[in-house]
């Protein structure tokens, strides 16, 4: 079973342009998760899917970022304008039920540099 | 709000047994999770815990006290590949709902 997969593995772009992060989730996992861990700091929450509706997206920095989940399968995360603030690591995970013991699929990320 | 405190690094040499602990303050508890993550690989799922209690899981185990906000996760007969960032990671339902809320993790180095 492939696990959750992430495009690309390293993105750098200047400030100001926009990037896309790709996310596939684990097949038939509803739950899909996006996270981000700037350096020096713990993984922290920005939003939740359920199928293609947004289920909680308070984690969300501002409106320069916007995600999709078009269908319900995969997920895409685009920074525009990306600002210098928003290099690090973005992970996306995937789980199948929404109860107690959730445990969460997670992908490698993708390494976002901003210069 | 919630904040998990772990300690950032640890030592420890093969064979030996490690404890790495973790508290947390949080609103609307809902489970602790463990997780390994290897330099530039995804965080894996160790261990949950929702009930006071050890849970024992091969070399690995967790303990969990809801009411000192505590958690430990022990790896026993530690071995070279047990070198990696270990995550606590707590379920709030008053923060963010089922997403889970980390801690800053803890990265353990083990030597021979």
Redesign the interface.
Same mark, same amino acid.
């Not at chain 1, 020096?40 to 929450?45: L, Q, S, T, Y």
């Given at each position: 079973e492939a696990?959750?997969t992430q495009f690309p593995s390293h993105s750098v772009i200047e400030k100001g342009q926009t990037v896309t992060l790709r996310c596939d989730p684990i097949s038939g996992h509803d739950?899909l998760?996006w996270?981000r861990r700037v350096m020096?700091?713990?993984?922290? $929450?920005l939003l939740?899917f359920v199928k293609e509706s947004k289920?909680?997206e308070?984690?969300m920095p501002n409106n320069r970022f916007l995600a999709e989940r078009t269908g319900g399968t995969y997920s895409t995360l685009k920074v525009q304008p990306a600002e210098l603030e928003d290099s690090g690591v973005y992970?996306c995970a995937s789980s199948q039920v929404?109860h107690?013991?959730?445990?969460? $699929? $997670?992908?490698?990320?993708t390494q976002l540099s901003v210069l | 709000g919630q904040n998990i405190d772990q300690p950032t690094e640890m030592t420890a040499t093969e064979g030996a047994i490690v404890q790495i602990n973790c508290t947390y303050q949080t609103s609307g508890f809902n489970g602790l999770f463990w997780y390994q993550q290897h330099a530039g690989e995804a965080p894996t799922f160790l261990s949950y815990n929702v009930l006071d209690g050890l849970e024992e899981k091969g070399r690995f185990s967790s303990f969990l006290s809801r009411s000192k906000g505590y958690s430990y996760l022990l790896l026993k007969e530690l071995q070279m590949k047990d070198s990696a960032s270990y995550l606590c990671a707590v379920r709030d339902l008053t923060q963010a709902g089922t997403a889970l809320i980390f801690g800053k993790g803890t990265t353990l180095s083990v030597s021979s």
């Open positions: 696990g959750v739950n998760y996270y020096g700091k713990e993984i922290k $929450f939740h289920q909680d308070s984690g992970f929404t107690g013991d959730e445990k969460l $699929f $997670f992908g490698s990320g | -």
